[in-house]
């Protein structure tokens, strides 16, 4: 929900900070990026949601097509060390993942090319229909 309504401030234009100043730096971004990798290995919570969150209201410069672009890269990569990780130790369900894995495909796909071309408004505020729906369902 707190994501909701990062992206729901970014769309109305709302970002934290001085406007002047540049957008966080290296060290800010891997710390970012050591605390989300931390809290998805272990709980395997939405590292998009919190990403994106932190996008919408720390990086002003980032258009919503290249933060969905980074978000997804990144977590790509996170979840093959992750499924490393707990494939090792057995834990993966390899029936349910090919039946995920075939919706999920042709729905990034076309998730990818709508993204690029709508505007940058509808689509954060889509992002944060999507979390709010999410978060209070898990509530």
Do not use: Q
């Not at 097509?65 to 990144?74: E, F, P």
């Amino acid at each position: 929900l707190l994501a909701a309504g990062a992206s729901l401030l970014r769309a109305l234009g709302v970002t934290l900070g001085n406007p002047t100043k540049p957008d966080p730096g290296f060290v800010a971004t891997a710390s970012l990026g050591f605390v989300i990798g931390v809290l998805v290995g272990f709980t395997s919570i939405g590292a998009g949601s919190l990403l994106m969150a932190v996008f919408a209201l720390c990086y002003r410069r980032l258009s919503p097509a290249r933060a969905v672009g980074a978000d997804v890269l990144h977590g790509a990569v996170l979840a093959a060390v992750a499924a490393l990780a707990h494939g090792s130790a057995g834990h993966i369900d390899f029936i349910m993942l090919a039946n995920l894995l075939l919706g999920s495909v042709p729905g990034v796909l076309l998730g990818g090319w709508l993204c690029s071309r709508l505007p940058s408004r509808p689509v954060r505020v889509g992002i944060a229909a999507m979390l709010i729906i999410s978060g209070v369902r898990l509530l």
